[in-house]
C-alpha cells in the first residue's frame, strides 16, 4: 500500500496540479455566475441528457444515441441563445479583471456614494409622501430576466426619477425598479414572491417579494411601505425594518462598497448587520445606530 501511494504522488507534477486548481476554479467561477438564474435549471438539463446519451451508449441504443448527437449540433447554436445573457456577463467579467479596473476604485467609490445617497434620499421622500416603493440593487447575479419583465429604461439614477416613477396612478409605480450600477435598468418589474416559511404572512407583496428575489440572488432591495411609510432593507432573505434615511445610505454603501476600501468596521458591521433577524428583527448592529426617542409600537395592519 506504501508503494502504491508513493507511485501515485511519483505521478503528479506541479503541472498537473496547476491543472487540476485552474480547471476547479472555471467550474467554480461558472456556477456563480449562473447562481440565482433560470440558467441553473438549463444547465441541470443539459446535464441529464449526457448522462442519458452515455447511457444510450453503453447500452448500444443506436436509434437514441443518433438522435441526440443530431440534436447536440443544434443544440450548440441553442445555448449559445439561451446563455446570451450570462455569456454576455461573463465576458463583462472578464474584461474588468483583465483592465486596469483597480486604478479606478476612487471612482468606484464615488459611485458607491452617488448610489446610496440617492436611493436613500428617494426612500426617505417617499415615505415621508405616504407612497409605496421597491427598489432592486443589483449585484453579482444578472437581473435581465427580471428586469424584461417591466420596461427597459437604461436611465441615469436620480433620487428624482425614483420619486416620479412610484409616484401614485403612475403606469410603473405599482412594479420594482430594477437598478444596476448607477443606472436604473428598468421600472415595473415583476418579482417572484417569497417561498421560504419564515413568517411572509406578516408582510404585504412588496415585502413578499423584497424577500423572494433576495431568496434567489444576491441583491439589495428597498422597500418602502405604503401603509405606514416604514422603510425596509432586506438582502439574503433577510429582512430589517424602521430606517430613516442616514441608516439606509450607511447599509447600502457598506453592502456595495469595494472590498479595498472597506475598513474593519465596515466589514464587521456588514457582517453582522442581518446577524440576529431572526431574534431581533429591528436591530441593526454597529452598521446604522438607532433613533433616538421611543419607537412607535409595530402596526396591526399588514404593510405593502
Same mark, same amino acid.
Given at each position: 500500500?506504501?508503494?502504491?501511494?508513493?507511485?501515485?504522488?511519483?505521478?503528479?507534477?506541479?503541472?498537473?496540479?496547476?491543472?487540476?486548481?485552474?480547471?476547479?476554479?472555471?467550474?467554480?467561477?461558472?456556477?456563480?455566475?449562473?447562481?440565482?438564474?433560470?440558467? @441553473?435549471?438549463?444547465?441541470?438539463?443539459?446535464?441529464?441528457? &449526457?448522462?442519458?446519451? &452515455? +447511457?444510450?451508449?453503453?447500452?448500444?441504443?443506436?436509434?437514441?444515441?443518433?438522435?441526440?448527437?443530431?440534436?447536440?449540433?443544434? $443544440?450548440?447554436?441553442?445555448?449559445?441563445?439561451?446563455?446570451?445573457?450570462?455569456?454576455?456577463?461573463?465576458?463583462?467579467?472578464?474584461?474588468? @479583471?483583465?483592465?486596469?479596473?483597480?486604478?479606478?476604485?476612487? +471612482?468606484?467609490?464615488?459611485?458607491?456614494?452617488?448610489?446610496?445617497?440617492?436611493? +436613500?434620499?428617494?426612500?426617505?421622500?417617499?415615505?415621508?409622501? $405616504?407612497?409605496?416603493?421597491?427598489?432592486?440593487?443589483?449585484?453579482?447575479?444578472? =437581473?435581465?430576466?427580471?428586469?424584461?419583465?417591466? @420596461?427597459?429604461?437604461?436611465?441615469?439614477?436620480?433620487?428624482?426619477?425614483?420619486?416620479?416613477?412610484?409616484?401614485?396612478?403612475?403606469?410603473?409605480?405599482?412594479?420594482?425598479?430594477?437598478?444596476?450600477?448607477?443606472?436604473?435598468?428598468?421600472?415595473?418589474?415583476?418579482?417572484?414572491?417569497?417561498?421560504?416559511?419564515?413568517? /411572509?404572512?406578516?408582510? $404585504?407583496?412588496?415585502?413578499?417579494? +423584497?424577500?423572494?428575489?433576495?431568496?434567489?440572488?444576491?441583491?439589495?432591495?428597498?422597500?418602502?411601505?405604503?401603509?405606514?411609510?416604514?422603510?425596509?432593507?432586506?438582502?439574503?432573505?433577510?429582512?430589517?425594518?424602521?430606517?430613516?434615511?442616514?441608516?439606509?445610505?450607511?447599509?447600502?454603501?457598506?453592502?456595495?462598497?469595494?472590498?479595498?476600501?472597506?475598513?474593519?468596521?465596515?466589514?464587521?458591521?456588514?457582517?453582522?448587520?442581518?446577524?440576529?433577524?431572526?431574534?431581533?428583527? =429591528?436591530?441593526?448592529?454597529? =452598521?446604522?445606530?438607532?433613533?433616538?426617542?421611543?419607537?412607535?409600537?409595530?402596526?396591526?395592519?399588514? /404593510?405593502?
Amino acid at each position: 500500500m506504501p508503494q502504491l501511494i508513493e507511485s501515485l504522488l511519483g505521478q503528479i507534477r506541479p503541472a498537473t496540479v496547476l491543472d487540476v486548481v485552474i480547471t476547479a476554479v472555471l467550474i467554480y467561477w461558472l456556477f456563480s455566475l449562473i447562481r440565482g438564474t433560470r440558467a @441553473v435549471r438549463l444547465v441541470l438539463g443539459v446535464i441529464f441528457l &449526457f448522462l442519458v446519451y &452515455f +447511457a444510450a451508449q453503453a447500452l448500444s441504443l443506436r436509434l437514441l444515441t443518433q438522435i441526440l448527437q443530431a440534436g447536440a449540433v443544434v $443544440g450548440l447554436f441553442a445555448l449559445v441563445v439561451i446563455f446570451q445573457p450570462e455569456l454576455r456577463r461573463a465576458l463583462d467579467r472578464i474584461g474588468r @479583471v483583465g483592465s486596469l479596473s483597480w486604478l479606478l476604485s476612487p +471612482a468606484a467609490e464615488r459611485e458607491v456614494d452617488m448610489i446610496s445617497g440617492q436611493i +436613500a434620499r428617494a426612500a426617505a421622500a417617499l415615505s415621508a409622501e $405616504g407612497h409605496g416603493a421597491l427598489i432592486v440593487l443589483e449585484r453579482e447575479t444578472g =437581473l435581465e430576466e427580471i428586469a424584461e419583465t417591466g @420596461v427597459m429604461l437604461h436611465a441615469d439614477l436620480s433620487a428624482e426619477l425614483l420619486r416620479t416613477i412610484f409616484a401614485p396612478r403612475t403606469p410603473l409605480h405599482d412594479g420594482a425598479v430594477i437598478v444596476r450600477g448607477p443606472s436604473i435598468l428598468a421600472a415595473g418589474a415583476l418579482l417572484p414572491l417569497a417561498e421560504t416559511s419564515i413568517q /411572509s404572512e406578516r408582510f $404585504g407583496t412588496r415585502h413578499r417579494a +423584497a424577500l423572494g428575489i433576495t431568496e434567489q440572488s444576491d441583491a439589495l432591495v428597498v422597500v418602502v411601505s405604503e401603509e405606514n411609510g416604514q422603510i425596509s432593507f432586506v438582502e439574503r432573505a433577510r429582512i430589517v425594518r424602521n430606517l430613516d434615511e442616514a441608516q439606509l445610505a450607511r447599509a447600502i454603501h457598506s453592502l456595495l462598497s469595494p472590498p479595498e476600501h472597506k475598513g474593519p468596521l465596515a466589514a464587521r458591521a456588514a457582517a453582522q448587520l442581518f446577524a440576529n433577524r431572526a431574534s431581533h428583527p =429591528l436591530r441593526l448592529g454597529d =452598521l446604522v445606530r438607532p433613533r433616538r426617542g421611543p419607537q412607535p409600537p409595530p402596526p396591526d395592519q399588514r /404593510s405593502r
